[in-house]
């Protein structure tokens, strides 16, 4: 595609739900970025993958937190029961192969627990 | 622990006014020092910086990196309503992981 798309762009949910958020990269690009992004904050690195594989995935708060990417191109981050604190925009981004290339971000979706 | 500090936080400043926004770090492991420009909700991509000295420009805005202060600047001349936005600082910590500051808001008045 012509840029980083995620999808949906709200989602309002209520505590203790799960939810799923869907980033489909640039076509082409090997590494995809999770970030979270808190009001007043910069992006926070939650995880990377380099192919279908999670290269790092540090930035994970908690264990309710999982992303895939299982043929190599879209990617879904999963959160299991979620809390009020979960509450922020997630963006995804991708580069063409990872290391210092540069990064082309989505529109990001906005969380909203209740 | 890696971070990465921009000053000011905020400001408001006139159409036609030029502005200097700071960005500062400390990171084990410094490769680039990116800008990106933040209007609603996806970050786009204004210069990366390796070299310390080099202006990289486009249009109004332009940007250095010195690398022994550890710190760049990003200027933009002659400020349109459409500059309001918020500007990130990140710098790639080793071979991909990108360390974001808070950001400055910036708010140009017609």
């Known amino acids: 595609g012509a840029g980083v798309s995620q999808t949906p762009s709200n989602k309002v949910t209520e505590k203790g739900k799960y939810v799923e958020l869907r980033c489909d990269p640039i076509s082409g690009h090997t590494a995809l970025y999770w970030y979270r992004q808190s009001l007043g904050q910069g992006p926070e690195f939650l995880i990377y993958f380099q192919g279908t594989g999670a290269a790092d995935d540090s930035g994970l708060p908690n264990d309710r937190f999982f992303a895939v990417r299982p043929e190599g191109s879209v990617s879904t981050l999963k959160i299991q029961r979620t809390e009020r604190g979960d509450s922020a925009v997630y963006l995804c981004a991708s580069s063409k192969q990872g290391s210092t290339d540069t990064q082309y971000f989505g529109p990001g979706t906005r969380l909203t627990v209740l | 622990e890696d971070k990465v500090v921009q000053s000011p936080l905020s400001l408001v400043v006139h159409e036609g006014d030029t502005v200097t926004l700071n960005c500062s770090y400390e990171v084990t492991n410094f490769r680039s020092l990116l800008w990106y420009k933040q209007e609603k909700k996806a970050p786009t991509f204004l210069f990366m910086l390796?070299?310390?000295?080099i202006e990289k420009k486009s249009g109004r805005l332009s940007s250095i990196l010195d690398k022994k202060e550890l710190s760049s600047i990003l200027n933009i001349t002659a400020t349109q309503t459409g500059d309001s936005a918020i500007y990130l600082c990140a710098v790639i910590s080793g071979t991909y992981k990108y360390i974001f500051g808070t950001g400055t808001r910036l708010k140009v008045l017609a």
């Open positions: 390796t070299s310390s000295g």
